[in-house]
């Protein structure tokens, strides 16, 4: 096999994942689960459920990726030792292929409304015209249109593989190094501006005063859920990565600071959306069209709000494009290493089967969303199984073959190449990924399957 490329520093590692990790989970849905699910009683479960589950996950799977070296698929048959636990690795690579082909769409979107942000066409009211009805309009017109979505959506696919083409150190690293800091800038920008609205300590309180009387199963399965998809968990992206990662690093150390990155700017989205929308008195819980319908009729009322808009859809757009190149990679590295494809063969090949799989989705939300089976939309169908079915089953999986058939003694031993020997704190947390883990996640997906989620 050709000679595989390596993150060159430890900088750049931290940027792509935590790329990989902050993106439309953080900036998109979490606050529109936490409005939905009462707010700071969703938020502690989600910070539990980061702490107890997301940080062992994440260095467990990057120290699979490391110790095997090759793609997700393969990894799970290197590390359990078996190849049929390659399976699993599949089935990894199959919810991120589907991931992709919804994530391409909603960042299409974003791109649609950036730029009618910059050449003001979104703010284009008269002022006899209600903005609910306009934005409510506007967004109908996106995304009920097949061709809008699509264009909009290809651009951020191409957009993304560009950067996938160039390879690892001098794609992936290289601009995950230039776009993170554009996204803390603006980020912390547009948090400062926040938090100067009257709406703020409103939603200081509807984030950070808890009321467990909400709490019920589907809100655990779903703060669990958005936990693992928002640290890019369940399916093969951090053992991607991981598998780039030099024998140097260390992995627990990464870890940390990008399990602490996706927390902070995870809780400061909704720090960023909802003072705006408590002070316009809009509902919290408006769900995926909160950023779409809610937060432009904000934008709309506040002084320097047009501003505000542009920067806030740029900001989503970096935090989705260095997602996607993160969703990219897993198949590309698949695709290269299955195919013996060169790079840049591999990319468009991805690209293509990708972008079909969009146009089935755009589709979906389109001319075909009189086409819906219970209830719902082709994607909201592939929201609810990777969310709900999928992610927690590889993530069950992947702590089952880490913890116990690869065992936490030969983990450790790779997690301390390159760094000092395990601490006590490092041995409890092993022993989440054997005994807490896994019955947590089985007994929840069981709940779920038995009827819990409404
Ligand atoms: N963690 C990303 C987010 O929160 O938007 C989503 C994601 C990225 C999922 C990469 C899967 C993946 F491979």
Redesign the pocket.
Known sequence: MKNRDTFSSKIGIVAASAG???????IW?FPYMAGKNGGSAFIIIYLIAIILMGYPLVYTEFAMGRRAKTNAVDTFGIIGNKKTWNIVGFIAVLT?FL?STF?MMITGWVIYYFYHSLTGTLYNLSSATDSVMHFKAIFSHMSSSMSIPLIFSMIAIYMTALINSMGIKEGVEKYSKIMMPVLFVLFIFLIGYSATLPGFSKSMHFLFRPDFRLVTPQVIIGAIGQAF????LG???LITYGSYIAKTENIRQIARQVTLADTIIALFSGLLIFPAVFTYNLEPTAGPSLIFISLPQVFLKMPGGRWFSLLFFLLVIV??IT?MV??LE?LITYVIEKRNWSRKTSTWMVVIATTLGGAVNIAGEGPLSYITVGGRTIFSWLDYLTNNITIPLVAVLTAIIAGWVWQTTRLNKELEIGAASSTKLDHYFNLLLKWVIPPVIVILMIALLLGAES
């Not at 990989?20 to 953080?26: D, E, Q, R, T, V």
């Open positions: 990989s990790a902050i993106g439309l989970g953080n849905k991120v991931i994530y998809f928002s640290l890019s399916m093969g992206a935090a989705a997602s993160s969703m897993i």
